[in-house]
C-alpha cells in the first residue's frame, strides 16, 4: 500500500515561528504536492515539485516556501507563521512520466495547523 | 489555470443512482479528468479518472462527453458511505492537480 505520511496530525505555532511541515512517501513517485483546504474554498495548491530540486508555484504560494532535497521528502516551510496561515495543509503525491497523466494520486492525512 | 466548476451540494437516496456534474469548458486536448472524494476527516481519495471515452471501475464510472468540456460521475448505487465531497479536477500535461470547490454529496437512508 502506497503511504504518504504528514510529520504532525496537529500543530499550533506562534505568529513569527518559522514553521515546518514535512510530508514523507514511501514509493518512489516523482510528483508531490502541498495543498491547504480551509471551509468553502476546497483545496489549493501551494506548491508542486516534479522531481528532486524541482518546484512549481501553485496558487497560492505566498508567505510559504519548499524544500525537496530527496525523492521520499517534501517540506512546506512557513517563514513566518501568520493567523491567516491557520488551515489543513495537505501533501499528497505520484507517479509520472510523460503520457502517465492518468496516475493517481495518493494523499496524507493532514495538519491542522493553527497559529496563535 | 483555470478551474472545473461543480454544483455546491447535491442529494441523493440512498440505493439510487447519482450523476455529479462538471463543466470543464478550457480543458486543454491532453488533460486529463480526475474525480476525488473526501470522506469527513480525511484526506481525498482517487475515484476515477479518463481522457476521451467513458470508463468505469468499481467504484464509479465516469461519462465524458464528446467535446470534453463536460463530464459526470456515475455512483450506480449510492450508499451512505458515499457522502462526501467530490471533486473534478484536469491533470496537465505537467502533472499538476487543480483542485474546484467540489460538491458535498448527502445521501438520505
Known amino acids: 500500500d502506497v503511504k504518504v505520511t504528514q510529520s504532525s496530525r496537529y500543530l499550533v505555532k506562534r505568529t513569527g515561528e518559522k514553521v515546518f511541515l514535512e510530508c514523507v512517501q514511501d514509493m518512489d513517485h516523482e510528483n508531490m504536492f502541498w495543498y491547504r483546504q480551509d471551509p468553502g474554498l476546497g483545496l489549493r495548491l501551494i506548491y508542486f515539485s516534479y522531481d528532486v530540486k524541482m518546484k512549481e508555484k501553485g496558487d497560492i504560494p505566498e508567505g510559504y516556501s519548499v524544500s525537496r532535497e530527496k525523492k521520499e521528502r517534501f517540506s512546506l516551510i512557513l517563514e513566518s507563521a501568520s493567523t491567516n496561515q491557520t488551515s489543513m495543509y495537505l501533501c499528497?503525491?505520484?507517479?509520472?512520466?510523460?503520457?502517465?497523466?492518468?496516475?493517481?494520486?495518493?494523499f496524507g492525512q493532514g495538519t491542522r495547523l493553527t497559529v496563535v | 489555470d483555470a478551474k472545473t466548476t461543480q454544483p455546491n451540494s447535491m442529494e441523493s437516496n440512498e440505493e439510487e443512482p447519482v450523476h455529479l456534474p462538471c463543466n470543464h469548458s478550457?480543458?486543454?486536448?491532453?488533460?486529463?479528468i480526475h474525480w476525488y472524494r473526501q470522506l469527513p476527516s480525511q484526506g481525498p481519495e482517487y475515484v476515477i479518472h479518463?481522457?476521451?471515452s467513458n470508463v468505469n471501475n468499481r467504484m464509479a464510472s465516469l461519462a465524458i462527453a464528446e467535446d470534453r468540456k463536460s463530464s459526470t460521475l456515475i455512483l450506480h448505487r449510492a450508499t451512505l458511505r458515499d457522502a462526501a465531497v467530490y471533486y473534478c479536477?484536469?491533470?496537465?500535461?505537467?502533472?499538476?492537480?487543480?483542485f474546484g470547490q467540489g460538491t458535498e454529496l448527502s445521501v438520505k437512508p
Open positions: 499528497a503525491s505520484s507517479l509520472w512520466s510523460l503520457g502517465s497523466l492518468n496516475t493517481e494520486a495518493f
Open positions: 479536477i484536469r491533470r496537465n500535461q505537467g502533472g499538476k492537480l487543480i
Open positions: 478550457t480543458i486543454s486536448g491532453t488533460d486529463y
Open positions: 479518463g481522457l476521451t
